[in-house]
């Protein structure tokens, strides 16, 4: 399973960005069996899980630091995740990575992805 993550980009403080990560390669049986996430390193620091949603979207997951402002979808039809994130802030700006893991969305929060995508860089000024 690969995964490609978009969207990042330079952003002023209160603004939005939305990013999707696109599985592709051979993912067996289907996109639909894995719970995926959305993780974060910013400068200095570990990488932390900021948002999950399970296999068929109906349960998610935020970090504390994101909750009302980010929200995690999926559409398993085009093998994708997104994450829109709206009121960011200088804080939120790190390098973002999508992670798969197939199972229930325990498991990515616990574990993380069996695979990852490559990142994509978020900056927030203020």
């Known amino acids: 399973v690969q995964l490609q993550a978009s969207g990042g980009g330079l952003v002023q403080d209160g603004g939005s960005l939305r990013l999707s990560c696109v599985a592709s390669?051979?993912?067996?049986?289907?996109?639909?069996?894995?719970?995926m996430g959305w993780f974060r390193q910013g400068p200095g620091k570990g990488r932390e899980v900021v948002a999950a949603?399970?296999?068929?979207?109906?349960?998610?997951h935020y970090a504390d630091s994101v909750k009302g402002r980010f929200t995690i979808s999926r559409d398993n039809d085009k093998n994708t995740v997104y994450l829109q994130m709206n009121s960011l802030k200088p804080e939120d700006t790190a390098v973002y990575y999508c992670?798969?893991?197939?199972?229930?969305?325990?498991?990515?929060?616990?574990?993380?992805?069996?695979?990852w995508g490559q990142g994509t860089l978020v900056t927030v000024s203020s």
């Open positions: 390669g051979r993912i067996v049986p289907s996109f639909s069996t894995y719970s």
């Open positions: 992670g798969a893991r197939q199972g229930v969305l325990a498991t990515v929060l616990r574990r993380g992805g069996d695979y």
């Open positions: 949603i399970s296999r068929n979207g109906e349960t998610t």
